[in-house]
């Protein structure tokens, strides 16, 4: 069964930092990958995904994250961070293959930005 | 479009009692997932639809729990008897049929469950 992997549990950064959170998916086959941010007492939204084509996607509020497929890596990065990106993220994988449905979610980051 | 609908948001109940949990999935969505999260364990998968049919119930901890949705647009997570280990923030999820293009879930605004 695919696995994701996010080794990165906390990460403190302080304003203006730039940012790489790690993520790691265990499935030889085709993928579709997707970071998810949960703002404190809130819902998971998509802040971005990655199915085909450019292996450099650009999401919301100024994140991006590279698919490298010879790594099984697909991290998450911005240049620099602000206050409000305090946060968890979730990277999740979606195998491409009918009858398996399910996302397979990280175990999450929580990152504090310090002011 | 209202997005995924959750109700209650808050539920507070003593131990033993029936929980029942409500999600109406965006419109034109045919899988729904429903979701625990939880300090100690993370965010779990419990259950999933496609067309209204449960494909798979792995996650669901226990007999305790239960899910069904008897159309489209509805679905619960019953929970009998609740036990105080069932508090938790108990997300539903939709999403539009596959179409090859990374169709991502929409998430609800959760039911924080406190089992007392």
């Known amino acids: 069964a695919q696995s994701v992997s996010q080794h990165n549990h906390h990460v403190i950064l302080s304003e203006a930092a730039s940012l790489e959170l790690g993520c790691n998916y265990s499935?030889?086959?085709?993928?579709?990958l997707f970071w998810y941010v949960q703002y404190p007492g809130q819902h998971l939204q998509l802040l971005l995904k990655y199915f085909s084509g450019d292996p450099l996607v650009k999401g919301i509020k100024g994140f991006e994250a590279e698919f490298i497929k010879s790594k099984f890596s697909f991290n998450l990065r911005k240049p620099s961070v602000q206050w409000s990106d305090t946060a968890e993220y979730f990277c999740a994988v979606d195998i491409s293959n009918f009858g398996n449905e399910k996302l397979t979610f990280g175990t999450g980051t929580r990152l504090t930005i310090i002011p | 479009d209202a997005g995924v609908i959750q109700s209650p948001r808050h539920e507070v109940t003593e131990m033993g009692q029936e929980v029942t949990l409500r999600c109406k999935p965006i419109s034109g969505h045919n899988s729904l997932f429903w979701y625990r999260q939880t300090m100690m364990r993370g965010l779990e998968l419990l259950i999933y639809f496609n067309n209204n049919v449960p494909i798979d119930d792995s996650g669901m901890p226990e007999d305790r729990f239960s899910a069904k949705m008897p159309n489209a647009s509805f679905s619960t997570l019953k929970i009998q008897p609740s036990e105080p280990r069932d508090s938790a923030v108990y997300f539903c999820?939709?999403?539009?049929?596959?179409?090859?293009?990374?169709?991502?879930?929409?998430f609800g605004p959760g039911t924080r469950l406190t089992v007392l």
């Open positions: 999820a939709s999403r539009i049929p596959r179409t090859g293009l990374g169709n991502e879930q929409f």
């Open positions: 499935y030889g086959g085709t993928v579709n």
